[in-house]
């Protein structure tokens, strides 16, 4: 019995009610910091007249470049840009010429011509890029991983905020936030700027 | 900010003819019989198979493939035994049995003990011996309501093709054989709302249709039942093989899909993507195409297993824009589409973000299928983006195996004027009353290349279905190659109609299985005797014609970039490959998967007095990372082979050289309808060439025994001497001051006739046809008028002629049997009256006037109250026609003949009433020859005509014909640039080849038979 009202005093004692506190605390701003705050909420009236309730939220959180330990050997495996005529970036931020990537998808870091979080035509403020590969390498410096938080918390509309619900990681992220995309045109027809690769939160377009 | 602009971006490719499902496929009327009688009961089928041994029939199995003599020889030296004495294979007259095979069947008779199968098992290039095995296929009609006892339709053993593809296939894919279940994979089949009512109505309708009940008329009656879709293009042969789709992500780009729809087992995902709070589809048309490629129930699609995302990218209003698609495309690239169905298009090549994106995606190895577009008959009316390179274009066809009449077809525009269209469609399928998903469930029958294109969408996700172990592989242009490769060459209709031909799924999904990464070319040779090639076997060629050119599209399967090393020219010796000049540009990089090559072609002095046929092949090198390692490069060679039909140099009375470097189309800018009556198509996008929508007037000519030309440079550029006429049709540019005085100067010194067929032009009536365009949301006001009048009248002031601002429209004969419709043109107001001129008039309808009457309306214009006005409408009287015989004022020499007419729609094949290439005839005869027709003779009322008080337009103030034109200044539309330079063609070293004829037949035939 006295077992029991001595682990009921522990439990009432302040410090360990505040450690419990802070824990919690401590896990929901985690857990809410990974979900980026995203989910959609949808109603779609059917044909028949009735609503259809769609929620889109994110599986797990994004791992973001910080978390994630690189080392900068050439042993890994990487993901990469797959499409570039010229230009490659791998997972690690590495742009490289086609002809310095590796069979494992990496680029050569020995390479001359291998740089990383490479922002050479990107615009320093806007952090809009003329050239593709080059936002995707700018944007996985971890040091973008606040502004690009900010860019998936202001997501202005339904289209850009399912791309974000559905990255694993940053350079999925980068990946699909430098395309071309409605922000980019003007009279739906021409590219506003030749800057058309943005990593940053843009505005909104119906 | 320019404001060339489009008109709707995308067109959903409504399908032309929408017809209930019970009353489907009128064409055939036992169909529709039998569908009259039959809707009261539903009804299902049931598929059974059965096997069974076939006695003395054995299937060889070998361990390679061999060519049908070696197999013979295998097996005789292994039955090299005197006690076996009876045995033969089995043929197979199939089209596979040209091909390697790994297997025979062979009757055998022996007695126990079986020792020719014991020595056949011992052979060591013998993989087994199986017995042979008869396969039934029951299709059984169930009245589900009564539960009839099954009647028993067909009985349909294999083809022995489908049995080759098959044993080829499974073992090539090293498909397991005990997956290769014959029923498990066949879709359900319910509510089969057609067919047969009863079994005593079966038995009556087959009698009938055969007329004689004791024929074997299986297979009619399973005509007389309306085949799927599916089973027509044999998809059924590779769902029982355990082919359905599974495992590849196709998406449809449409106008939705409801959630509960009940033909749809695995919809992945719906997104929406427009400003419609909706994912379901309001129109039915991303229903149906949905259908085709992903139902299970009652009118089946290609691929029923495979996991169908849905893209909402237009509203129920058919609504779309540009900045949807980006964002959708972006997502699809996220989930790792395989295949995207693009049931939509438009003219707007130019939509830069729209084609890059496209691009962006064939880069990420995202197979593109699109609609080619309904705009057929007419050539000339491919549509973005399924005539980009990266995208397979897929054009329609009928149940008659003849492409469908709305089908798009003939050259890409991109490259005009100097350059010449590419290929397209890539393919073609049925499109023509197929019949696909209803809205709420059921089917319907729907005709255009929107059901086309997801015809091949869904074969295309079966195909790498099949073949997932081979993913490697899979990218948009090895696909294409499959495409094509296996296509069927339909017989009526030539390359730019049907691209390479018929869809072959079975052929196809053989050629993908065994795909080794290569480069490919399309077209794959030049054959100008051959009808399939038309147009370029439609004229020959001579010394000092102008190039022809052919645009050659690179398919490369091997990686997404590349690039050409080397590309050289190999004339043959004994073939009068030395009569020709060729010359190879091409595009610096291929990319995504794909580049270009271009090949010009020209009779060089060698050639000027023979009739013969002069062969030779282009070679080409391109270079590519490995797959597997991008450091390591590979060097592909890839020929293409030229079989020119070259003749004399023609007389110069023969010879017209036809303008189209003045001709402009949109895009890039608002250039108007010429005919302002059509109102539902308002621009002019189609090429303006000879081989798009002048194709018919080329052909009249070409049977009148004219050559014509193409002029796709400055009028510097041509050396008069060469021609008869120099034939100007709607041209909208502008003339260099270069242009102008060497015009001049071949008409009055080396004797140049020259034909121009104008158009309208008026300010008033342009700034009238303003409007509003959602698409872009901009004002767009034309750039010229039907034709560029003010530009033309500068041109022909040195002769004193002049065209006026009058809009004219209105029917009437010129001589007695010939009916004209003047649609929109204008009229002539200034022409030399000498006593050889012929000036013909006819009254007419001010046109612009009774547009400017009616009020503009926002972003359409109504329909002009035509049937009140035709009691009233005034006429006026106007000249329409003018020839005049130059002389030089100097010395009284006479230089060459000018006839003008003021209006082009009955030369062109757009939306043409009333043809007038009689008139085009007379004419020329008398450009030519100076001859006038008695015709034109008799309406001559030169005496009579007054041209005081006629006004001639200005330019619009402020259109925008500068930012795209070659000739004005872009920064300045008053400013003409320096006058173009002509293109030097550089012609390739030839590297002589010692090859004869026959020799290239055997190897023609060898190729073809390696396919």
New interface residues.
Partial sequence: MEVYIKILCFFRKRVVLSLIFLFSLAYFLLQFNALQLIRIN??????DGEF?E?NYKRDSPLIWRSLKEYNLTDSEVCKNS?????L?VDERGFLCS??????TGCC?IQAENTHIYYCETCDDVSKCCEVYEHCVSCCLNPDNVPLLQKAIAQAQN???K??FL??LDQF?LC??IC?????????????KSPKKHCFTKTEP?? | ?TKR??FI?FFIFIAINLLNCDKSLQQDDEEELISANSTKHDQRIVVEFTTSIVQHEYIIHFKHYYKKDTRRNFISSALDNPEIKNWTIVQRQNPASDYPSDFDVIDLYEKTPLTGLELLKNHPLIRSVTPQRLVHRTLKFVDTEQEYPTNEVVKEKKTEEEDDIINYISKHLKLDPKTINNDCCVPEFQNFRRGLSSSTDTTQQQQSLVGNSNAHSNRRLLRAVPRQITSTLKADVLWTMGITGKGVNVAVFDTGL??SHPHFKKIKER???T?E????DGISHGTFVSGIIGSSKECLGFAPDADLHIYRVFTSNQVS????F???F??A???KINVINLSIGGP?F?????V??VQ?LS???VIMVSAIGNDGPLYGTLNNPGDQLDVIGVGGMNFEEKIAKFSSRGMTTWELPLGYGRLKPDIVTYGAQVKGSNL?GGCRSLSGTSVASPVVAGAVTLIISGALKRMDYINPSSVKQALIEGATRLNDNNMFEQGHGKLNILKSIKILSEYQPRITLSPTHLDMTDDYMFPYSSQPIYYTMQPIIVNVTILNGIS??GHITEAQWYPYMNENGNMLNVSISYSE?L??WSGWMSIHIVVNEYGQHFEAQALGHVSVTVET?SP????EKINSTVTFSIRCKIIPKPPKQKRILWDQYHNLRYPPGYLPRDSLKIKQDPLDWRGDHIHTNFKDMYTHLRSSGYYIEVLGEPFTCFNASNYGTLLMVDPEEEYFEAEIEKLYDDVMNKNLSVIIFADWYNTTVMKHMKFYDQ????WWVPDTGGANIPALNELLNVFGIEFGDKVLEGYFKMGEHHDMYYASGTSIVKFPKTNQTVLIERDLVDQGSEILKHPQNGSQQKDLPEIDLKNVRLKYKEVILGMLQTIAASNGKKGGRIAVYGDSNCLDSTHMEKACFWLLDALLEYSMTSHISGLLKSMNRVQYIDFSDKTKPQRLLHNNLHSYSKILSPNDRDLKRPVQKCQKIMWEFPYYLNITRSYINEADRIESNMI
């Fill in positions: 949808r109603k779609y009236q059917d044909d259809e769609i797959i499409q570039g005529i010229n490659i086609r002809d310095d990537l590796k069979s050569n339904d289209r850009q399912l791309l559905n990255v999925d990946l699909s395309r071309s995309n409605s922000q980019s045109v003007v009279n739906e027809h021409f590219y377009h119906d | 900010m602009k489009s971006i409801s959630k997104t929406n993507w400003n709070k909706s994912l379901n824009y540009t900045s949807w980006l964002d959708a972006n997502y690239i996220l989930k707007d130019m939509d830069r973000p729209f890059d994106k962006e880069a990420n190895k709420k997404v970039t990089i990319w995504p990372p597997k390692d991008s450091s698409n872009t949301r901009q």
